[in-house]
């Protein structure tokens, strides 16, 4: 069964700090390796990664995959009170064009 | 662009009713996936609908089914609610075709409340 795992499950960081957000992966036929980022309800897309150690960067969030070790970081610098949320981390496998979710990291930046 | 969008926003059931969520996708697009996201668990796939023909669906029993129309938005149907289907349902659109992985994009969920 295809499984994605997070980490850590929560985290309470300062604003200013930097943040590093996990996501690993077993699965089968692995396609790419999706990032989200949930607030109230919707997920909101932030990355996609298919390609081994090509960083995708957007302002503040960058985002790399190791298909070798199996494994997706996301990082956060400068981190915001706007950038509390839920982190989800999503893989697409063999030809179902199903996203298998981990769990997600629930990321709290106070004051 | 509109996005997703999903009703009712809330809908509240007794054991035993049956539920109709209603999702219509980004215009375009032509596949659209259903997901449950029970408390403190993640997102679960439901199933996948694309040119009006379920694809795909998760390990869920038949009292949840649904269909896509004509014009590409969908309906879920669970029957025979049980306390445990109590859960935020979203929907999400792509414009992926079998073979192909393109980026979903979800619309704002429907809360179920079974009591």
């Known amino acids: 069964e295809d499984k994605v795992v997070q980490s850590p499950l929560s985290l309470v960081v300062h604003e200013g700090d930097t943040v590093t957000l996990n996501c690993s992966y077993e699965?089968?036929?692995?396609?790419?390796l999706l990032w989200y980022k949930q607030e109230k309800k919707a997920p909101t897309f932030l990355f996609m990664l298919?390609?081994?150690?090509i960083e995708k960067k957007s302002g503040r969030l960058s985002s790399i995959l190791d298909k070798k070790e199996l494994f997706s970081i996301l990082n956060i610098t400068a981190t915001q009170t706007g950038d509390s949320a839920v982190y989800l981390c999503?893989?697409?496998?063999?030809?179902?064009?199903?996203?298998?979710f981990g769990t997600g990291t629930r990321l709290q930046v106070t004051l | 662009e509109a996005g997703v969008t999903q009703s009712p926003t809330h809908l509240i059931k007794t054991r035993g009713q049956q539920a109709t969520l209603r999702c219509s996708p980004i215009?375009?697009?032509?596949?659209v996936y259903w997901y449950q996201q029970a408390l403190g668990l993640g997102l679960q796939f439901l199933l996948w609908?694309?040119?009006?023909?379920?694809?795909n669906r998760g390990n869920f029993p038949p009292r949840f089914s649904g269909r896509q129309f004509p014009n590409y938005s969908s309906e879920l149907n669970v029957n025979a609610l049980e306390l445990e289907d109590s859960a935020l349902y979203l929907c999400?659109?792509?414009?992926?075709?079998?073979?192909?992985?393109?980026?979903?994009?979800f619309g704002p969920g429907t809360r179920l409340t079974v009591l």
């Open positions: 999400a659109s792509s414009l992926a075709t079998s073979g192909r992985y393109d980026t979903q994009y």
């Open positions: 215009s375009g697009h032509t596949s």
């Open positions: 609908y694309d040119e009006g023909e379920e694809r």
């Open positions: 699965v089968t036929n692995f396609r790419s």
């Open positions: 298919t390609s081994s150690g």
């Open positions: 999503a893989v697409f496998t063999g030809t179902a064009s199903k996203l298998t």
